[in-house]
């Protein structure tokens, strides 16, 4: 995992005003620019023609726009997925603009995140993409950043009182996310049920927040009666620490018979933990995870079903989605349609898991178990 050994103001400071273009998993190194003494307003996009009304918008390539894709944090396998998603539908769309994808380290993942979003929007930054990983905390800084001129679109995660965020780009239903987890809970633990926990992320995750509430809502169906929830703890997406959570839960609750983990990091992590310490015929590992890093533990039977879906149509989709509102092709409006490339056509609409926000719904899961985790 890299650190950020500047000041991270300095840093996106210099990469912007520079073009640099972060990498994956490092810091930008550039010598910090001065501070502008008052924020410049975005650049304004040339307006295009206001499509008629149901019209399905086809994106006009080669407007320049900045554009910044902030994950929750940097060194993560499935945000290294969502930029490659971007940085293809940024060629496709022929932006002359660089795509910057920046973030913070994972211990300073909160005030990492609003520290970014608020020098981006302070230097003339379009629009940035946001997997939100502070919560509403991040809400001041995302208005000002709106005021400035800057485009605010959420993915992966959203702000969870939807202020100053555009739309949301939802993987998934969050509710179907819920009831996903506990069938892959019930088909492991078996009708006579069983006791399980779960390994999250951060407290502060809002899709996380809202999987583990789903999940809770869908297990008072009498269908699922027989499984227990027996705690939820968090890793933080960090691995050592996952793994060291996965380990505390075998030894507080001794009964336990599966670790539901909705985190690519925390189901890896738990699945060696339980392989390492030979635990796997006891204490079964399930939840969201990415194929590339299960396909072992998932083989032996420790992990026998998972599910996600693709990181990279997720990048694409929500670049197209931005690069059309930055440029003023479309609105953030209910029923407004726009074409993302060679995902097809979709529909903003009202966010049903929120009270307030609207979204765009991506879809579909893949459950993965033995017979298709490495095809």
């Known amino acids: 995992m890299i650190r950020l050994h500047k000041p991270i103001a300095s840093l996106i400071v210099a990469s912007l005003l520079l073009g640099a273009c972060a990498a994956p998993v490092a810091a930008p190194q550039a010598p910090a620019a001065p501070a502008a003494t008052e924020p410049p307003a975005a650049p304004a996009a040339t307006q295009a023609p206001a499509a008629p009304s149901g019209e ?70 379009n629009a940035v993409m946001l997997s939100n990983n502070a919560g509403d905390q991040i809400v001041p800084a995302v208005k000002k950043a709106v005021e400035a001129g800057t485009k605010v679109v959420t993915w992966d995660s959203p702000i969870p009182s ?68 027996l705690d939820v703890v968090y890793g933080n997406d960090q691995s050592e620490e996952s ?39 006891k204490v079964k590992v399930s939840g969201l995870g990415l194929p590339a890093e299960m396909v072992e533990y998932t083989k032996s039977g420790c992990a026998p079903e998972f599910a996600l879906w693709s990181f990279v149509d997720l990048g694409y989709l929500t670049y197209y989605l931005t690069y059309l509102l930055a440029t003023n092709q479309i609105e953030a409006k209910e029923g407004v349609k726009f074409k993302a490339g060679r995902m097809g056509e979709y529909t903003i609409t009202k966010d049903p898991t929120r009270e307030k926000g609207l979204r765009v719904l991506m879809g579909p899961f893949t459950v993965y178990n033995k017979d298709n985790v490495d095809k």
């Open 56 to 125: 399905v918008v086809k994106a006009e390539p080669g407007k320049a726009v900045k554009m910044v894709l902030l994950p929750k944090f940097l060194g993560i396998a499935v945000f290294d997925q969502a930029n490659q998603g971007a940085q293809e539908a940024h060629k496709e769309l022929g932006n002359p603009e660089k795509l910057e994808f920046l973030g913070p380290t994972p211990e300073n993942s909160v005030a990492g995140q609003i520290e970014i979003v608020t020098t981006a929007a302070t230097q003339g930054v």
């Open 162 to 229: 939807a202020e100053g965020e555009s739309v949301f780009v939802a993987q998934v239903d969050f509710n179907e996310t819920g009831k996903v987890m506990a069938d892959m809970a019930l088909s492991i633990l078996g009708a006579d049920g069983g006791k399980f926990a779960v390994l999250s992320a951060s407290p502060d995750a809002a899709n996380q927040n809202a999987w583990i509430a789903a999940m809770k809502e869908a297990l008072k169906d009498p269908k699922y009666a027989k499984l227990e929830l």
């Open 243 to 281: 793994y060291k959570q996965a380990l505390a839960l075998v030894d507080k609750y001794p009964d336990m018979e599966l670790i539901m983990a909705p985190t690519t990091v925390g189901i890896a992590a738990a699945a060696k933990a339980m392989t390492d310490e030979g635990l796997c015929d």
